[in-house]
Every structure is written in structure tokens, then in C-alpha cells.
């Protein structure tokens, strides 16, 4: 994976944290460890042959690691250790669902979110779609729980 697309990916994570601490309401989510899968998607390229776009595909491996979600963090925050300042420009919380709309300030320049967030108690699943001057990327999102955090 390039640079700029673990970039991108961190971006995810310090999305999902920040908009955690701008919600009003709480999705009906039980808190606990969860086992989360995030994989990025490349979006179509008109004229690059399938085959290739197929190889492309396979460079995004998921990434799967455990997080503990409470009722005050219950967006992933993933496993980035990295800091930037992020804004929100929009953010909804209807029910069991989140969506933001946010641009964070990186070294590499500003990086663009929109995403949202589905809770079904004990799961979740949504999509991150993220831009900045290199490319474009959407992430989908999915977390199990697996028992108490530890």
C-alpha cells in the first residue's frame, strides 16, 4: 500500500474519534470489545482495463484489530497514532445511525471525509469516503463484538 493511501486510511480513524465527541445522541450499541474490519476500495477509473483495476484491488488488504466501544467512543478510532486537526462541517446523529461531513489538516496537505455509521447493538457496519490532493478512497467499515474489554 502507498504511502498516501495509509494516509488515508489513518485519516479514517482520527475521523471516527473526533466525531465521537460532537454527538448529541447515542446509537443502541453494547459496549464491550469488537473485532473491526476496514478495507479500502479504489474507485473506478474509466479506461484502466479490469484486470488491473482487479490487481489494484487486491493491493488494499483489510485491516482487522480489536478496539474496546463504549457508549462515549463508539466510533472506531482504529489503530493510527497519528494527530491532525480535524473540523466538522456537518455531523447527524438519527437513531442507530451517524453521518459526518469533516476536513482534517495533515502534513500532506487537507484530507476530506464524508462518512456514516450504522449500530445494530452488538455490530456495525458504514463507509468513509476520504479525498485529498493524491486520491480518493472509500473504506467500508464493520465491527462484531466479542466479549467484555479487557
Not at 58 to 83: L, V
Amino acid at each position: 500500500m502507498t504511502r498516501q493511501g495509509l494516509i488515508l486510511i489513518a485519516s479514517v480513524f482520527l475521523f471516527s474519534t473526533a466525531i465521537t465527541a460532537l454527538a448529541d445522541d447515542v446509537p443502541n450499541i453494547k459496549e464491550g470489545l469488537y473485532e473491526i474490519t476496514m478495507q479500502g476500495e479504489m474507485p473506478e477509473m474509466p479506461g484502466m482495463p479490469k484486470e488491473l483495476m482487479e490487481k489494484m484491488a487486491k493491493s488494499f488488504p483489510a485491516d482487522k484489530h480489536k478496539e474496546c466501544i463504549t457508549k462515549e467512543d463508539f466510533i472506531p478510532a482504529g489503530q493510527s497514532g497519528t494527530q491532525q486537526k480535524c473540523t466538522f462541517n456537518s455531523k447527524s446523529v438519527t437513531g442507530n445511525s451517524v453521518s459526518w461531513d469533516a476536513v482534517c489538516k495533515t502534513s500532506q496537505g487537507n484530507t476530506y471525509s464524508q462518512g456514516q455509521m450504522t449500530y445494530q447493538y452488538k455490530s456495525f457496519e458504514g463507509s468513509i469516503q476520504i479525498k485529498n490532493e493524491a486520491m480518493e478512497m472509500k473504506t467500508k467499515v464493520s465491527g462484531v463484538y466479542i466479549g467484555k474489554c479487557k
